[in-house]
């Protein structure tokens, strides 16, 4: 090879190993920015996300809280009006047997195991071969068992609401 030539190829390969050098370097930092700015992209959309999740846990939450306190007021009602039923029931009861000690026998295993022993009538009563329930005892536990239905299901209600208000 003449000198000329060698300088030629020498030239030649110097040029296409820097090109390839600028080539590469031009890339690298091209694409470099592109992942900057899908990296960019991405921190917002979770910025965005989450800003997202805490107005939605808040609007929950608020929701819940007005909730409870509506149902702190209705369970309260519910309460006193139980009371004031269970403070009549002596008034306009007597006091007689209602049930006989075979219809009380026949309904106490419903009351579950670890109930304990029948209360005694709130009335005189003759025991013929058990305890009896008076009308007393009967308006007492109709009152109590509707107090416990509304206040679970002013709870159930609550729980509905929360559900069907909830922010999605």
């Known amino acids: 090879m003449t000198t000329l030539a060698t300088l030629k190829w020498l030239a030649f390969a110097g ?11 031009g890339t690298s ?5 592109e992942i900057a700015q899908i990296e960019a992209a991405a921190a917002t959309a979770q910025t965005l996300a989450v800003a997202a999740q805490i107005r ?9 809280d007005a909730l409870s306190s509506k149902l702190a007021r209705t369970e309260q009602a519910l309460s006193n009006t ?7 029931i002596p008034r306009v009861t007597t006091g007689r047997p209602c049930l006989r000690p075979g219809a009380v026998r026949l309904l ?30 009967i308006a007492t536990w109709i009152a109590g068992a509707q107090g416990q239905y509304e206040t679970c299901r002013a709870r159930l209600g609550a729980l509905i609401d929360f559900e069907e208000g909830s922010p999605q």
């Open 29 to 33: 930092l091209f694409y470099r920015a």
């Open 56 to 64: 939605r846990t808040g609007e929950a939450q608020a929701l819940a």
């Open 82 to 88: 139980a009371q004031e039923a269970l403070r009549e």
């Open 108 to 137: 106490n295993p419903a009351r579950g195991a670890g109930a304990g022993p029948v209360p005694p009538p709130a009335g005189p009563l003759a025991a013929e071969d058990g305890p009896a329930a008076s009308d007393t005892d």
């Open 15 to 25: 040029a296409m190993t820097g090109g390839a050098l600028l080539g590469g370097t």
